[in-house]
């Protein structure tokens, strides 16, 4: 095993994420199997119990991990499975280390430092790529900033870990920032020589400089900090800024930093990225819009919901339309804002009603709640495509027993636990008075009721889908008999048939609700089927969606065969190259 450490400097926010999971999408490309490690030196042990709106939204994994958002970066670029060992957090390795009652006095060194180096061997050796053995690469990548006090025991055990190693087996990569001073304009290497020293001084020495700055470095700053920081003017990369991330290993390639590791690393290859490269292109190159209207708790950071907003950005780019995405604070669209705040009331209701498409994403607590059944009532009796995720199809539910069966005071017992008419109950996999663990977290098989519904040809014709959860709540099974005769479809459930896993309204042009995430299991190369369907749906026809079968087409985009000749409501010549219909689908997940 080799490894390739990834840490940062100066000031968070770099980009060291997708700098690490670049590298290992190149490092891939020349033929590796690459797996990763994120290591958080938070004291949480896991970002379950953090705010989204803090520190952006919870990735969860097949395994039921509730990891860093970083990881979900891992998975798309690498097309990877990991599992919850793949996230080290200070918490998680103290707890390792308390729970063996060693005895004997604990300490820092050497009981935490050998616990960091123990366990980043054994998640090393996880296979995460569907094949069998352990991958050729780890790249490790150390959250936060070189000095951190909350890191130092991470960047000791690393240290012992180079040297434990070897050289050869070792390659580090430290990224840094050169800043421009307004005034001259000149390259300003100070901070990164600065923050070279202090990774130095802890014992570890970088192979490769990776500099984030807005345009290439010139030559004379590269030989300044090669003569400052001892490392080869051959290896200082310039991270410059880039329309959009998938640059990124693009642009490592085109400056050699896979020569540079390689060498490290002893090892050989080219890196072959026309898939990568091709998709680039179609994604700089759109210019037909899609709107969409996406109704959350917006509190001004965009990462509380990326894998919805990197899953809406793959099916955009599979149907060639430019992706846009308008936020709507759910709360805004209530009576209530009316009154309090009419401009913003009336800001809300603006974007709901100018876009193509509405999303409901997932979402606990109950604020917004309302403003969420406005905008699921607007998109079902508007006729305008709508896919509800998790809480979102929760909702839909709401509004349709509200709506349709006349049930008005219909809700969540999440939000109001003494209703009348509980449509949404909590239902925990374990018994309910079972301490902790209440949560239903990870992969599970929703069936299909019958192939004639949009989400299973959606599927490609699936018979199940594996889908991540993560909810405490579901759709109450006795009230669905008369939310069927009502017109409301439960297509989609789990092997019990007492979970309601997804709903359509087959009268609509595309009105989907899942109680999974289907935004964790999208990749670039394969977007998520719902969120295709959801792209390519067209408001003004209400026949449905109509597939043809599955057929296995190479358009340069696809990453596996489990392509899906479709046709969205007649229109899908509209999305690939103008002319052919070819959809790539989400192999992931998919058992036919
Ligand atoms: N709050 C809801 C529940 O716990 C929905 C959760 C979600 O959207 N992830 O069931």
């Known amino acids: 095993m080799k490894y390739v450490l990834v840490t940062g400097g100066v000031v968070s926010g770099l980009g060291k994420g997708v700098t690490a999971s670049s590298i290992g999408v190149l490092l891939k490309a020349c033929g590796l199997r690459v797996t990763s490690i994120k290591i958080d030196p938070y004291l949480n042990t896991d970002a379950g119990t ?79 790529d569907g094949q069998e053995g352990p991958a050729d690469v780890c790249v490790i990548e150390l959250g936060g900033t070189i000095g951190d006090i909350e890191s130092m025991p991470f960047i000791e055990a690393l240290g012992q870990f180079s040297y434990r190693v070897g050289a050869g087996n070792f390659c580090l990569i430290h990224v840094s920032l050169v800043p421009v001073l307004n005034v001259v304009g000149e390259q300003k290497t100070k901070p990164t020589q600065h923050s070279v020293r202090g990774l130095r001084g802890l014992g570890l020495t970088p192979n490769i400089l990776a500099c984030r700055s807005a345009k290439a470095l010139g030559e004379n700053v590269k030989g300044k900090l090669s003569q400052f920081c001892h490392v080869p003017v051959e290896n200082i990369v310039t991270l410059y800024d880039v329309p959009n991330i998938w640059h990124i290993p693009l642009l490592l390639r085109d400056q050699k930093a896979h020569e540079a590791i390689l060498k490290g690393l002893n090892l050989m290859g080219n890196p072959e990225l026309e898939e990568w490269t091709a998709r680039t292109k179609v994604y700089d190159q759109l210019c037909d819009p899609v709107r969409i209207a996406m109704v959350g708790k917006y509190t001004g950071l965009s990462d509380s919901y990326l894998s919805v907003l990197k899953a809406l950005l793959h099916a955009s780019v599979a149907c060639r339309r430019k992706l846009i995405v308008d936020w709507v604070p759910a709360s805004d669209l209530e009576d209530i804002t009316r009154k309090e705040s009419p401009e913003a009331y009336e800001a809300a209701w603006n974007s709901l009603k100018c876009a193509d498409r509405v999303l409901v994403p997932g979402g606990f607590g109950d604020r917004g709640v309302q403003g969420k059944i406005l905008a699921a009532k607007y998109a079902r009796e508007n006729n305008v495509p709508f896919l509800g995720i998790c809480l979102g199809m929760q909702i839909a539910v709401i509004e349709f027993a509200r709506s349709v069966l006349g049930l008005h005071d219909a809700n969540s017992t999440e939000f109001d636990p003494e209703t009348k008419n509980p449509c949404v109950i909590f239902m925990p996999e374990v018994s309910k008075t079972h301490m902790g663990g209440t949560m239903r977290l990870g992969s599970r098989r929703t069936y299909f009721m019958n ?82 369907g959801l792209i390519a749906a067209s408001r003004e026809q209400s026949d449905g969606v109509s597939c043809y079968g599955s057929k296995a087409i190479t358009n340069g985009m696809s990453n596996g065969p489990s392509v899906m000749k479709s046709c969205i409501n007649g229109n899908a010549s509209k999305f690939l190259n103008g002319s052919c219909n070819a959809i790539p689908m989400n192999g992931n997940g998919v058992h036919c």
């Open 50 to 128: 953090m705010s989204p709106f803090e520190h952006g939204e919870v990735f969860v994994l097949d395994d039921g991990g509730e990891v860093d958002l970083d990881l979900g970066n891992y998975e798309r670029f690498l097309d990877t499975t990991l599992t919850r060992d793949n996230n080290i957090t200070t918490g998680k390795i103290y707890q390792s280390v308390l729970d063996k009652e060693l005895g004997k006095t604990v300490q820092v060194v050497p009981h935490i430092t050998d616990a960091i180096q123990e366990w980043i061997e054994r998640a090393a050796m996880i296979p995460v």
């Open 451 to 532: 192939t004639d519904c949009k989400s299973a040809k959606l599927y490609g014709n699936a018979r199940f889908v594996d889908e991540r959860h993560r909810h405490r709540y579901e759709v109450n099974p006795e009230v669905v008999p008369e939310l069927e005769k009502a017109g409301l479809r439960f297509v989609g459930r789990d092997e019990s048939g007492q979970r309601m896993e997804i709903v359509e309204l087959p009268d609509h042009p595309y009105f989907i609700g899942v109680q999974f995430h289907p935004e964790f299991k999208s990749r670039p190369g394969k977007p998520s089927g719902l969120f295709l």
